[in-house]
């Protein structure tokens, strides 16, 4: 079996399903090589990741969550600030402690209702034209509105920032030159913008708490606050999107459950949502850093040596889920790790469930006899899996 888990190529039709197969088989903690880079293990089956997410004393989040090493002294890139994504304990604790609250299940439920309409507002757009790019024109609304309503922005500079987001989740390879950071400076430019106007018209959001918060006794600094910005709006923005695209292709791929799924949606919807994270597994890796020489599954792991965890791959082991290949929508437990776990564990999970399960149903309800009008384009990513445009047919209900 020909394993690459860094072309582009080995995710342009999804996850390389097959190679996840062959490696947690057969090497389940793998060495890949890095043409330019000092190489890696992939780590495949669903007990490895999960124990390597948890123990973040053996594996750190630092210096990146990403497979290329940033320039040496370079830190993050962002001189001597990091991104919480980036930071291990106790460290990471504190700057997680400012927007915690933000996102607990109780604080997510206080804004279903406002969801729900965008929901509504959303599938209104579409549902006269019995056409759309599914992933533009609906999916990834969803994300970039619930993003600008948290931060007290416009909804029309959420699906600006979204487009950004994209840009840097995409294979640099398949850009032209500078795109990324490019898309990164256009970010801080914005995100500069929105701490000018919090501060000088504070409001009832997420910018504005952050702005006014404390952490070690002293306010965040601009840049601080930027990279928090960035994180909140990368990570809740095309995960999301890829996940509601992702899905309805699945559904449209296995019309017996999706007749299942209609048959009672409300009853039946928050199960099958946990199925369809599942399976699409929208964010494909993390990775870290061995900080001691540790055993990994039997493998001997050097200080030093990069560690990343396929969550893809865990999310099919048949070790913890009966016949993970095959979609089933009433699979329940359903131990899935789409959202990883440990201290960094996705803390945006409340809210992505609630933007899934409002637009599914809007859509579900709304729309039906879904046909692809055109082969979904596949994001060219090796982090971030989904569908970059889907032009779908439809009739209104
Ligand atoms: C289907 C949608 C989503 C998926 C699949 C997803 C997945 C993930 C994953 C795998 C991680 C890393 C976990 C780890 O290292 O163990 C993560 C972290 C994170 N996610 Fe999500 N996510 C989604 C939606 C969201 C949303 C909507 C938001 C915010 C509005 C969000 C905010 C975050 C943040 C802030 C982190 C970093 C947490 C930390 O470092 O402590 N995510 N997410």
């Known amino acids: 079996m020909q394993i690459d888990l860094l072309s582009p190529a080995s995710f342009a039709a ?5 190679q996840y197969r062959w490696l947690r088989e057969n090497a389940p903690v793998h060495w890949c090589d890095e043409p330019n880079g000092r190489g890696f293990w992939a780590v495949t089956r669903h007990a490895d990741v999960w124990a390597v997410d948890r123990d973040f004393q053996a594996f750190s989040s630092e210096p990146t969550i990403m497979i290329p090493d940033p320039a040496p002294g370079q ?21 997680r402690k400012l927007i915690r609250q933000e996102f607990t299940l109780p604080a997510a439920r206080l804004r279903e209702d406002r969801i729900k309409a965008l929901a509504r507002q959303i599938v209104d757009g579409v549902i006269e034209t019995g056409q759309c790019d599914f992933v533009a024109d609906v999916a990834g609304e969803m994300p970039s509105f619930v993003i600008a309503e948290l931060m007290g922005l416009p909804l029309e500079d959420g699906r600006e920032l979204y487009k950004l987001t994209e840009t840097i989740h995409t294979a640099p390879e398949t850009l032209p030159p500078g795109a990324g950071g490019a898309a990164v400076a256009k970010m801080f430019e914005y995100g500069s913008g929105v701490i000018a106007e919090k501060r000088a018209r504070p409001g009832d959001d997420l910018a504005s708490r952050l702005l006014a918060c404390e952490v070690e006794g002293r306010k965040l600094e601009d840049m601080e606050f930027l990279l928090f910005f960035l994180l909140l709006v990368d990570a809740g923005g095309d995960t999301t999107r890829n996940l509601l695209s992702g899905g309805l292709l699945a559904l449209m791929q296995h019309p017996g459950q999706l007749a299942w799924l209609l048959a009672d949606l409300d009853a039946r919807l928050p199960v099958a949502r946990e199925e369809l994270l599942r399976w699409t597994s929208p964010v494909i890796y993390m990775r870290r ?10 493998q001997q792991i050097r200080a030093g040596d990069k560690v990343v965890m396929y969550f893809g791959a865990a999310n099919r082991d048949p070790a913890v889920f009966a016949v993970p290949e095959a979609l089933d929508l009433a699979r329940e437990p359903n131990p899935h790790i789409a959202f990883g776990t440990g201290p960094h564990g996705c803390l945006g999970q ?12 809007e859509v579900l309800t709304r729309m039906t006899s879904f046909q692809l009008a055109a082969p979904p384009e596949w994001l060219a990513s090796n982090f971030i899996s989904g569908p970059k445009s889907m032009p779908v047919r439809f009739k209104a209900r």
Do not use: C, N, S, W
């Open 289 to 298: 850093t061995a900080r001691y020489d540790v055993e990994l599954a039997g």
């Open 75 to 95: 830190g993050q890139g962002f001189g001597p600030y990091k991104m919480m994504l980036m930071m291990d304990p106790p460290e990471h604790t504190g700057f």
């Open 14 to 18: 999804g996850q390389p399903h097959d």
């Open 350 to 361: 409340h809210i992505a469930r609630i933007e899934i399960d409002a637009m599914l149903r």
